[in-house]
């Protein structure tokens, strides 16, 4: 499972971290960051015979069906071990008309934008559900926990393609939304991404301001360490301490 941000930093180190927070926030620039000889090997790595997704067939494939899609990074080793297991997943619903499996390559710059509007912030992410409304898949990664959840629980629900799934009250708000003006919908769209950018953006602040402080709080702690054993003479006599034992045992065996 994609690590909490603040658990990898403490973990792998402050500059890996920041490099999760690009991944959500300017995944073009991480891209362009990795030698291009490097992203042509490493897109052997991508599975030919899962669906790939990008926004422009995103729409089209998923409409009327429930997904569970896995968004990815070719050089991540997790990917990599769990490939098979989604690769024999995807081909058990491959001739399925109302389940979906699929994935998204976050480091090609045709598909990063869907890794950023379903906020993608580690790798691999699992999402399930409603194509517009995706769900974190929180399960195990092999092969028969997936299964299972996708045979048991990942089912097809209320929206403009399934009517038939949907109560009176789901009918009613889909009925308003539909008479609304095209251009309308967008504006109230934009709205809410705009408030979505907005608390990313706040995150991300926060986020950087508890690295400077880790950052300051482990030179600190290094300091410290330094002068306490500076002022006690550690190493010395660690070393005067070593020796005296070498000798001793040295006198043990004459």
């Not at 960051?33 to 729409?59: D, G, K």
Request: hydrophobic share 35%; charged share 30%.
């Amino acid at each position: 499972k994609p690590q909490k941000i603040i658990t990898t930093r403490y973990l792998k180190g402050i500059k890996l971290h920041s490099t999760a927070i690009n991944q959500t926030n300017n995944m073009k620039l991480f891209t362009r960051s990795i030698p291009l000889f490097a992203t042509i090997a490493l897109r052997s790595f991508v599975n030919a015979e899962v669906v790939s997704l990008t926004p422009e067939n995103y729409a089209e494939l998923t409409a009327g069906k429930a997904v569970f899609i896995k968004f990815f990074a070719p050089w991540c080793g997790h990917c990599k071990a769990m490939a098979g297991d989604f690769e024999k997943l995807a081909s058990e619903y491959e001739s399925s008309t109302e389940k979906l499996i699929a994935e998204v390559d976050c480091t090609d710059e045709e598909s990063e934008a869907l890794c950023t509007e379903n906020g993608v912030q580690g790798f691999p992410t699992l999402k399930y559900g409603n194509p517009s409304a995706l769900s974190d898949y929180e399960g195990e990664r092999d092969f028969d926990s997936m299964s299972d959840f996708v045979s048991s629980k990942l089912k097809l629900s209320c929206s403009p393609f399934k009517l038939d799934l949907c109560s009176d009250e789901e009918k009613e708000v889909i009925e308003t939304v539909m008479k609304m003006d095209d251009a309308k919908i967008q504006e109230e769209i934009e709205k809410v991404d705009a408030i979505l950018k907005e608390a990313d953006d706040t995150l991300q602040k926060g986020i950087e301001g508890l690295q400077a402080r880790f950052e300051e709080m482990m030179e600190e702690h290094e300091k410290k360490l330094d002068v306490v054993k500076e002022e006690s003479n550690y190493t010395l006599k660690k070393a005067v301490l070593s020796m005296k034992n070498k000798e001793a045992s040295g006198s043990d065996e004459l």
